[in-house]
């Protein structure tokens, strides 16, 4: 553990962490970058999941609608991942040790499991159901799942901004 202490002191010490903890319009600007990111990607995956939810777009296949989305999601996760980074060396000490950020990035762990279940085992069937207005369970359950954790994700990393201790 004090390995770990002393990783977040150093990170939190870097030039670029000091820069963005200290300047105003820098932790703003990546902040901003991160809720956009994060948006676009929790839109793009609720369009998706309430087609397996089958509750919108119910007339277009499930494969039409995810590859057109898909592409725009894992952009928009990478950019939301840089910028979550940045924002996390700014103040990495004080988040390492923040139950409710590790309760946030628990629940993005779980949406990726319920993700890999969908892409490796849920979907093979997919050409059953890919014009059907309303999917098989696994693939309801999947989509509701989903969801809820991103649901999640957005409360506890707000909330999280609300954990962190003043300067």
């Known amino acids: 553990?004090?390995?770990?202490?002393?990783?977040?002191?150093?990170?939190?010490?870097?030039?670029?962490?000091?820069?963005?903890?200290?300047?105003?319009?820098?932790?703003?600007?990546?902040?901003?970058?991160?809720?956009?990111?994060?948006?676009?990607?929790?839109?793009t995956i609720a369009i998706v999941d309430l087609r397996l939810l089958g509750l919108a777009s119910t007339k277009r296949p499930f494969t039409e609608l995810a590859r057109g989305l898909l592409?725009?999601?894992w952009a928009a996760f990478v950019l939301a991942a840089i910028a979550g980074s940045l924002l996390f060396i700014s103040q990495a000490t004080e988040y390492f040790v923040n139950t409710t950020f590790w309760i946030k990035m628990s629940i993005m762990v779980l949406a990726g499991i319920n993700m890999l279940i969908f892409e490796f085992i849920t979907v093979r069937g997919v050409q059953k159901w890919d014009l059907k207005p309303t999917p098989p369970l696994p693939a309801r359950l999947a989509g509701g799942i989903s969801l809820t954790c991103w649901a999640l994700v957005v409360i506890f990393g707000r909330w999280t901004g609300f954990t962190m201790l003043p300067e």
């Open 71 to 73: 592409p725009w999601t």
């Open 1 to 43: 553990m004090q390995f770990l202490t002393k990783l977040m002191e150093w990170l939190q010490a870097s030039s670029l962490a000091v820069f963005i903890h200290k300047t105003a319009w820098a932790f703003t600007t990546i902040e901003l970058v991160h809720v956009f990111a994060i948006s676009l990607v929790i839109g």
